[in-house]
């Protein structure tokens, strides 16, 4: 019986994640919803009813330079959106915590709203095994072309997050099981997550999320109105 439901659990999870990935391809042609949120955004603000986004720290040029050089050279950088657009936002995520996983549902809606953006993910667990586990096997699916849904059913599942668990998802999705668990313990997953801890410290990021857009550093959770709205502000600088 446990099994069977564990079984249910992975499926519907991957049901899910699968639906949020077809409808971010499906919807990019809403321009209008584009609008429709930013002029929301700003008259719920101006209510007062939701907070602005001016609170982020600007960077200076020559740090900015060193976060996109950094990126660059990163051993497994993970993007969402479309993968020839512009990079707008670098997110840097965890799996645990309320406010990370809320961020996972901002960034679909936010994409399935704006064609042409691409996000890069930098997988940031905390210091506890749990979280570092899953970003291990995240990591770990990229290596086989896996890691946008393999990232989108941790985020919203329930899934038992410990080693059994991560691998009984990588079948679920089709993955080599016995290579994913080699993979998450590989030198290559310890050299991405390593470049990942001194891209954030290169940020001055030391906590997720956090988010790099344009020469703005932002940290904690950001909605799917006010991320466009930031997005927005880069492109008409």
Do not use: C
């Amino acid at each position: 019986m446990e099994n069977r439901e564990k079984e249910t659990t992975i499926r519907e999870a991957v049901e899910k994640a699968v639906r949020r990935e077809r409808s971010g391809r499906s919807s990019r042609k809403n321009l209008l919803l584009i609008v429709g949120v930013l002029l929301g955004a700003l008259v719920l603000r101006e209510a007062g009813l939701i907070g602005g986004t001016d609170g982020g720290a600007t960077l200076p040029e020559v740090q900015v330079a060193e976060i996109a050089a950094m990126l660059q050279e990163a051993p497994l950088v993970t993007h969402l959106g479309n993968s020839g657009g512009e990079t707008v936002v670098i997110a840097f995520l965890d799996y645990s915590g309320g406010h990370n996983r809320r961020m996972a549902t901002e960034i679909d809606d936010f994409l399935a709203a704006n064609a042409a953006a691409r996000i890069a993910v930098v997988e940031l667990p905390a210091a506890d095994e749990v979280s570092l586990a899953a970003a291990r096997h995240a990591l770990a699916a990229s290596l086989q072309g896996a890691w946008p849904a393999f990232h989108r059913v941790l985020m919203v599942s329930t899934l038992p997050l410990t080693n059994d668990g991560f691998r009984d998802l990588g079948a679920a999705l089709g993955l080599d099981r016995d290579r994913l668990a080699a993979d998450a313990a590989s030198a290559t997953v310890d050299g991405a997550l390593a470049h990942n801890r001194a891209l954030a410290s290169a940020a001055g990021i030391d906590g997720t999320p956090a988010f790099v857009i344009g020469d703005q550093l932002f940290v904690g959770f950001i909605d799917a109105a006010n991320l466009a709205e930031l997005v927005s502000r880069l492109h008409t600088r």
